[in-house]
């Protein structure tokens, strides 16, 4: 049965360790607070009374479908397509093709800041490889202008951050429920780590400095992993409610 993704692309590397992913949980979350078509999730309540679980969900799609066989991968974006069509039916109204792309690229740009951060930089070859994967993922969306390759890509990105994101209520009240859910310390550490990895125009329009507290922390952290001390560190920061979900990320090793 052929893999939607090679058992050993870089892809799986990324999305096969919950560290990694975490930081693209962060980065996502800060830019689609953003992004002016939030309001769609607005629209059916779920974004505001669950923020985490519902980026986490979106999150967990994603890594879903980097690990199925192609078939399994055809239908969990058949369904995610399925499921926003009867959201639109709802409202009356399409959600816009430049939102599906936007919501595409922050998996791509993340799933690359997150890993070059806690690991080591990719090639151009690598990011390639990643491009095509949630390249393949759009054109079954049947999304539009979706460029060929990752170096066409970038320019392409700085468009969509440009034309896309604007600081909002939206942006005020999510930022009100993160910290809500979180707690002032684990908020604090939310903030600290979506500076690592968000690009500038992001950090910009958020009024973030570039520096993080944690950025010394990080090689700690690396290190940290060959003795397990990384899972004390989730126990402490992480929700309870989202542990053991997390924990299950873990396929890749260290």
Do not use: C
């Amino acid at each position: 049965m052929k893999n939607f993704v090679e058992s050993r692309s870089i892809v799986r590397k990324i999305w096969g360790k919950s560290d990694t992913i975490l930081f693209i949980f962060a980065g996502a979350s800060a830019e689609f607070a953003l992004n002016k078509a939030v309001d769609w999730l607005y629209f059916t309540g779920k974004l505001p009374s669950d923020p985490l679980g519902r980026l986490f969900s979106t999150v967990s799609y994603a890594r879903r479908i980097v690990f199925a066989s192609e078939s399994e991968a055809f239908k969990a974006i058949d369904t995610m397509t399925q499921i926003h069509t009867t959201v639109e039916k709802k409202r009356g109204a399409s959600i816009p093709d430049w939102a599906y792309r936007d919501v595409l690229f922050m998996l791509i740009y993340y799933s690359i800041s997150a890993y070059e951060l806690l690991e080591k930089p990719l090639t151009l070859e690598d990011k390639e490889e990643v491009y095509d994967v949630f390249y393949r993922v759009g054109m079954r969306m049947g999304l539009k202008d979706l460029p060929l390759s990752y170096k066409a890509w970038i320019p392409v990105r700085q468009f969509h951050l440009e034309q896309d994101l604007q600081m909002s209520a939206h942006t005020s009240d999510l930022f009100k429920q993160y910290r809500e859910h979180l707690g002032y310390l684990r908020f604090k550490v939310l903030l600290e780590a979506q500076k690592l990895v968000l690009p500038y125009h992001v950090r910009t329009l958020l009024n973030f400095n570039r520096f993080s507290i944690l950025k010394p922390s990080v090689f700690i952290y690396k290190v940290g992993r060959n003795i397990k001390l990384d899972r004390l560190i989730k126990k402490l920061l992480l929700p309870s409610d989202y542990k053991a979900q997390i924990r299950a990320l873990d396929i890749s090793k260290p």
